[in-house]
T-cell receptor
């Protein structure tokens, strides 16, 4: 069964510092991979998705993620953290190319930004 | 930008009672989903719905649960005989714009309904 593992339930960085949130996937076939963000008391918002078109995926709010098959990783990065980036981030995988496919979420990483 | 809307934002129900959570998916979307997130845990898939029938359901989605699209806009999740462990945030999502055609398209989530069972 497909799954994703997020390393680190809580990451804290200083404002202006690099953000790196780690995600490794388990899949026997090329998966569709996603990063979602959840701000307090809000729903899940799509940051970016990987669909095999390009290994480096750019998303909203300056985030990007790189698909590395050799490492089965899909880490999320942002060059310079902003206070507004504080939120819960979820890596997720879709096990099928079907539009009706469920999404399997990781356990989430809470990102805190220090002034 | 169109969005998925869920009502109510918070539902408090006595154990054993039935509850209906409501969702209005994005118009033109074809696929609908329910997920839940128990406090402090990961988001879990419950059920997907397409063409007026269930496409897939998880082992969580037992006979206690049912989904319905009673009209052209609403998508509901009914939980019968609620239990304390049903307390969670329930998210509705929709995907696949009819005009954009098939293929894996991202799911758009609502802000959720927090269900509290007393």
């Amino acid at each position: 069964a497909q799954s994703v593992t997020q390393l680190g339930s809580h990451v804290s960085v200083s404002e202006g510092a690099l953000v790196l949130l780690r995600c490794n996937y388990s899949s026997s076939v090329p998966p569709y991979l996603f990063w979602y963000v959840q701000y307090p008391n809000q729903g899940l918002q799509l940051l970016l998705k990987y669909t095999s078109a390009a290994t480096l995926v750019k998303g909203i709010n300056g985030f990007e993620a790189e698909f590395k098959k050799s490492e089965t990783s899909f880490h999320l990065t942002k060059p310079s953290a902003h206070m507004s980036d504080a939120a819960e981030y979820f890596c997720a995988v879709s096990p099928s190319y079907s539009s009706a496919s469920k999404i399997i979420f990781g356990s989430g990483t809470r990102l805190s930004i220090r002034p | 930008e169109p969005e998925v809307t869920q009502t109510p934002s918070h539902q408090v129900t006595q154990m054993g009672q039935e509850v209906i959570l409501r969702c209005v998916p994005i118009s033109n979307h074809l696929y609908f989903y329910w997920y839940r997130q128990i406090l402090g845990q990961k988001v879990e898939f419950l059920v997907s719905f397409y063409n007026n029938e269930i496409s897939e359901k998880s082992e969580i989605f037992d006979d206690q649960f049912s989904v319905e699209r009673p009209d052209g806009s609403n998508f509901t999740l009914k939980i019968r005989s609620t239990k304390l462990e049903d307390s969670a945030m329930y998210f509705c999502a929709s995907s696949a714009d009819r005009e954009l055609g098939p293929g894996n398209q991202p799911q758009h989530f609502g802000d959720g309904t927090r269900l509290s069972i007393l």
